[in-house]
T-cell receptor, first 110, second 114 residues
């Protein structure tokens, strides 16, 4: 079993829809949770960063962490075609390397 | 502009050849990383370096080698011992040594073995 599980998709939604992307994990030592966005044939870029449990909002993006369920989510409101990309979750403990999910490919259609 | 550059963007290798992928950063970051990305497998850590003249193996180091002679440079050599080297290679850097520091990624090098 992988430490981090993420549905690879693809996930196709119409423009304006609310998108929900999720990851589950098994390592209870993880405390730092990130979402990276990767456009095709490009390097990933950090989108959201959350420490421990709770919610964090930035514009149209909301990250949620539920440590009791070992479950994290990224919500995208009013999705745009420019949001079409692969979204990677990543997480780590205090003094260890970053562990990535496999990524979910999102397509927002007009 | 500050950032990470990788070269070349595309690289073709014949079987049995060693090739070196370049990674340079001007962010003054201490830590640098090399990842490999394959379809359906996410990013897997090959090597990382937390300081000049020091580096550690990641999860899939076999068949790869690195050096860190300068703070801004972290080249990766894919040797002939790497059995399946065709992949997308990403270099990253972070200001601090541990994973909770934001990692900044380069644009990647796509390596194809002919």
């Amino acid at each position: 079993q992988k430490e981090v599980e993420q549905d690879p998709g693809p996930l196709s939604v119409p423009e304006g829809a609310i998108v929900s992307l999720n990851c589950t994990y098994s390592n209870s030592a993880f405390q730092y949770f990130m979402w990276y966005r990767q456009y095709s044939r490009k390097g990933p870029e950090l989108l959201m960063y959350t420490y421990s449990s709770g919610n964090k909002e930035d514009g149209r993006f909301t990250a949620q962490v539920d440590k009791s369920s070992k479950y994290i989510s990224l919500f995208i409101r009013d999705s745009q075609p420019s949001d079409s990309a692969t979204y990677l979750c990543a997480m780590t403990g205090t003094a260890s390397k970053l562990t990535f999910g496999t990524g979910t490919r999102l397509q927002v259609t007009l | 502009d500050g950032g990470i550059t990788q070269s070349p963007k595309y690289l073709f290798r014949k079987e049995g050849q060693n090739v070196t992928l370049s990674c340079e950063q001007n962010l003054n970051h201490d830590a640098m990383y090399w990842y490999r990305q394959d379809p359906g497998q996410g990013l897997r850590l090959i090597y990382y370096s937390q300081i000049v003249n020091d580096f550690q193996k990641g999860d899939i180091a076999e068949g790869y080698s690195v050096s860190r002679e300068k703070k801004e440079s972290f080249p990766l050599t894919v040797t002939s011992a790497q059995k399946n080297p065709t992949a997308f290679y990403l270099c990253a850097s972070s200001i601090g040594r541990w994973g909770y520091n934001e990692q900044f990624f380069g644009p990647g090098t796509r390596l194809t073995v002919l």
